[in-house]
């Protein structure tokens, strides 16, 4: 039933492109594993090695403090409707800020997005797919936009001042890089 491959299909490309969630798994040499769902305009498949995502202003910033640690990272797409599918993207990644020189031509793949934060690049080097037979259905209804409007209802200074709250460090004490050392 699964099947591995070192890139990602037009088939898989389309079907990545369907999902309107996915999960992003990340962890350091040491501490806690993280996985977050994510959504939104927030994922582009460049090539079929190469997949960009959007991280925007939340909670923590888990990802990437571990990306900056060891760019490990796995990407998961799980098919909610239609026939059963799970596929993980495995690779390394790298993170970028507004600050870096790639930033602008990166942004371009994306939706102007309130609270754009970083985005993270995956050299996927492993693909893999596996049946699915016990994810359940899922009706997709519609995107949340609580996200949006908040980081929308902020000025950049505000979010700037979350960040050094929040984002600086991770579950571990981690540095997330958000801010130049």
């Not at 999960?23 to 090695?49: C, D, H, I, Q």
């Not at 492993?126 to 037979?133: A, D, E, I, N």
């Not at 009706?139 to 000025?155: I, K, M, P």
Request: hydrophobic share 40%; proline share 6%.
């Amino acid at each position: 039933m699964g099947k591995q491959s070192s890139e990602i299909t037009p088939i898989l490309e389309e079907f990545i492109q369907k999902q309107p969630i996915f999960f992003v798994g990340t962890a350091g040499a040491e501490g806690r594993v993280n996985l977050s769902p994510k959504g939104m305009e927030s994922l582009r498949v460049l090539n079929p090695n190469r997949v960009l995502w959007l991280n925007v202003t939340g909670s923590g910033n888990e990802s990437a403090a571990h990306v900056l640690e060891n760019g490990r990272m796995t990407l998961m797409f799980c098919a909610l409707e239609g026939p059963p599918m799970i596929l993980r993207l495995y690779g390394t990644a790298q993170v970028f800020h507004p600050r870096d020189q790639e930033w602008n031509a990166l942004l371009e793949h994306f939706p102007a997005l309130p609270g754009t934060r970083q985005i993270f690049a995956l050299e996927v080097e492993l693909v893999q797919t596996s049946c699915g037979m016990a994810v359940p259905f899922m009706d997709y209804r519609e995107e949340r936009t609580a996200l949006n409007v908040h980081n929308g209802n902020q000025s950049f200074e505000q979010r700037r001042d979350y960040w050094e709250r929040k984002n600086t460090l991770s579950l571990d004490g981690k540095p997330t890089g958000i801010f130049e050392d």
